[in-house]
C-alpha cells in the first residue's frame, strides 16, 4: 500500500493506492463525515463491488444509488435522481457521498457533493484505471451539456481516493487500454523518464501485472498531483494536463458521448497533437513516430472514424473550454516529454492535421 | 455614493451603495472579465432597468436573457435555460455574468456563474432592497428543490454587488417591506442600536426617504459582512444571519414557493422565534412585544396563514439545512439585539409555539 499527499493546504487529500483497500474499513476511518452516507454508483460495477463496500462500511448508516452506466448518462437529468434521492432520504449537510465507479461516476458524485446544501464531504473509490490516474486526482466535478463536455461543473476536493488495485482485474480489456491513455499523457507532456520506462513495460500493463499497474498509478498521481498542487484552480500550468483532451473533446462533441471512451478519444487526441507539432516543426518526425507507436501498442485507436469534416472538426473544437477570448488554444510538444499551452501557432498546421486524419 | 469592501482575502469585494449607479459606466469598470457579458434578468424588471444597464455596458460585447420572475422560477430547469444561452451563445471562461434583479435572479445568477465552466465572473446589480442588504452579500448561491429551498447551491462571490438605490422607488410596496424584515434581522439578531434606530426611522424607510433607505442598507451590509467575513464557509457565527430563517423556509415549503415573499416568511419566522424565546424565559414579554410591533409597523405578516398544522410546520422544518445531525437547531434570542443558535432548547417550547400560530 502506497500513500500519496495532494497538498492543497487545508484541502489536502491522500490517495491510498494497493490490492485489497476496498473492502477494508481502515481505509475509510477518519475520512468519513459525521453523518449519513450514501454510495453512488452505476448498474456495471454495482453487482462487482457495492455489496463488498457497504460491508465494509457497515458500522455506519449507509445506502446507494445506481445510476445508469456511461457518460451519456454523465447530465444534469441524472443529476437530478441524485438530488432527489438525498432530499427524500433526508441527508443532512453532515452528509458523505462515496463515488464507486469510473471517471463519469466520480464527476457526478463531485459534482453532486460539491453542491448539495452548499457543499458536503466526498471520498472517491475509483474502479478503473482512468478514474485512479486521471479524475480522481485534481477536484474537477461536474457534468455534460449537449453542446459541450465539462460545461456545468466545479471545483471540489475529495476528503479522500481509495484506489484499490484489484478492481483493475475485473475491467473490460477496452477500459483498461483508455486508463493507459492517460498514462501516457502523463509521460509524453512532463515526464520522458516514465515515458521511457513505458515503452519498455507496456505489455506488463496490458498483462495486468500487479506491481507494474501500481507503479503506473502512482507515478501518474505523482505527476498530476505536482501539476495540480502548483494550479490548483487551473490558471496556467494546469492546463497541460489537458494534452490530447481539445482534440478529444471535439471527436466525443462530434461522435456523441458514449461512442468512444474518454481514454480512447484522448489518446487519439495525442496522436492528432503529436502530428500537429511535427507539422509545425516542434518534434521530429522520429518523436512524433515514438508517440505514434507507444500509443498504437496499447491498442488505442490512431484513426478517426469515417464521415468526419475539418470544419465539424474545427468548429467543435470552438466549444472546448480551453477557448479563452476567442482564440483557439491547444496543447502541443516542444519534444517528448514537454508540452506546452498555447494559442500561437500557424493555423495551417492544424488545417493540414485535421484534413489529413479526417481524410483517412 | 458609499463603498463597503467584503474583506474575505482574495476574494474580497466591494459594495457599492447609492442613487444612479446602474446607469454609470464607471460603476462596473475594473470589475469585469475580460470577455463577453450575459445580464441575467426577469420579465418584471427588464422593462424598467434592461435598456439603462445595457447602455452603461454599451462599450462591451453584451447580451440579455430575460427569465420569468419569482421564487416559483428558481430551479433547475430555469438554470437550464441560463446555460443553454450560454453555451449556444460560445460564451468562454472568460465572460462575466450580470444579475439585474432581486434575491431569485441574484441566487440563480450566482450558482450559473459558480458552475459554468467551473466558475465565471459575476456581478451583482440588485434591484431589490431584500437583495441589497441580504442576497447580494455573503456568496451563497442556488436554486431550490421541490423538497427544500436552496438544497442546491454553491458558496461563490461577486467581483462587485452595485447597489443602486434609486432602484428602489418603483419596487412595489410588498416588496419594499419583505425587504425591511431583513434589515430588521441585523437588528434583532447582533446590532441593538441599530434596532432603536429602526424603531425611530422606520416610518421614513416606509416613505422611501433616500437617507434613511441607504443607512439602512450600509449598515445593515455592514452587519452582514462583519458576520460573513469570520465565517465565510458556514461553520458557525454565519448560522445566526438565519434567524427567522427556518421557520421561514418551513412557511415556503409548506405554502409553496411564490405564495409569500421569502422577507415576508422571514419576518413572520422573526414572530414565531421571538415567540418561542419569551416561552423559553429567555426575553421578557416586553422585549417580545417590541420585536412584534416594529415588525407589525413594517406592514409585514405577524399570523400565520389557515390551515397549517403544527405536525406539517415540524415536519417542513426537518428538511432544513440547519438540520444537524438529525437534531432540529434554531436561531432564538437571548436579548433583543443578541441571537445564538442553539440545539439545546425545550421541544415543549417549540411546540407551544407552532401550537399557538398554527392555531390563530
Chains 1, 2 share one sequence.
Not at 487519439?268 to 521530429?284: E, T
Not at 477557448?323 to 492544424?350: H, N
Request: one cysteine or more; hydrophobic letters at 40%.
Amino acid at each position: 500500500m502506497q500513500t500519496l499527499t495532494v497538498e492543497l493546504g487545508e484541502r489536502s487529500y491522500p490517495i491510498v493506492i494497493g490490492p485489497g483497500l476496498l473492502t477494508d474499513p481502515q481505509s475509510y476511518a477518519g475520512h468519513l463525515g459525521s453523518g449519513r452516507i450514501l454510495i453512488i454508483t452505476n448498474d456495471q460495477v454495482a453487482p462487482l463491488y457495492l455489496d463488498k463496500l457497504q460491508s465494509a462500511l457497515s458500522e455506519t448508516d449507509c445506502s446507494s444509488i445506481i445510476l445508469p452506466d456511461g457518460e451519456a448518462h454523465k447530465n444534469l437529468e441524472t443529476l437530478s435522481l441524485i438530488y432527489d434521492r438525498l432530499l427524500e432520504g433526508r441527508f443532512g449537510r453532515d452528509c458523505t457521498l462515496v463515488a464507486l465507479g469510473g471517471g463519469v461516476i466520480g464527476d457526478m458524485c463531485g459534482f453532486a457533493a460539491a453542491t448539495y446544501q452548499r457543499g458536503v464531504v466526498f471520498i472517491q473509490v475509483p474502479t478503473t484505471l482512468l478514474a485512479q490516474v486521471d479524475s480522481s486526482v485534481g477536484g474537477k466535478t461536474g457534468v455534460n451539456h449537449p453542446l459541450g463536455k465539462n460545461m456545468i461543473g466545479a471545483f471540489h476536493q475529495p476528503r479522500a481516493v481509495i484506489a484499490d488495485t484489484g478492481t483493475l482485474q475485473t475491467l473490460p480489456d477496452q477500459e483498461l487500454r483508455a486508463g493507459i491513455a492517460e498514462v501516457i499523457k502523463y509521460g509524453l507532456l512532463g515526464d520522458a523518464e516514465f515515458l521511457l520506462w513505458l515503452e519498455n513495460n507496456i505489455d506488463k500493463l496490458l498483462a495486468r501485472e500487479d506491481q507494474a499497474l501500481a507503479y503506473a498509478i502512482l507515478r501518474s498521481c505523482q505527476n498530476k498531483a505536482r501539476i495540480v498542487a502548483e494550479d490548483e484552480r487551473e490558471g496556467g500550468k494546469r492546463a497541460l494536463l489537458n494534452l490530447g483532451h481539445t482534440f478529444g473533446h471535439a471527436i466525443e462533441t462530434l461522435l456523441g458521448y458514449g461512442q468512444w471512451l474518454h481514454g480512447e478519444a484522448v489518446g487519439m487526441g495525442m496522436v492528432m497533437a503529436a502530428d500537429m507539432s511535427r507539422r509545425l516543426d516542434w518534434i521530429s518526425q522520429q518523436d512524433c513516430a515514438r508517440a505514434l507507436t507507444l500509443i498504437e501498442r496499447a491498442g488505442l485507436p490512431t484513426r478517426l472514424p469515417a464521415g468526419l469534416t475539418s470544419d465539424d472538426f474545427l468548429d467543435a473544437m470552438g466549444h472546448d473550454k480551453k477557448v479563452l477570448a476567442g482564440k483557439l488554444r491547444l496543447v502541443l510538444l516542444r519534444a517528448l516529454g514537454d508540452a506546452t499551452i498555447t494559442a500561437d501557432f500557424d493555423m495551417a498546421a492544424l488545417h493540414a492535421t485535421l484534413e489529413h486524419y479526417c481524410r483517412q
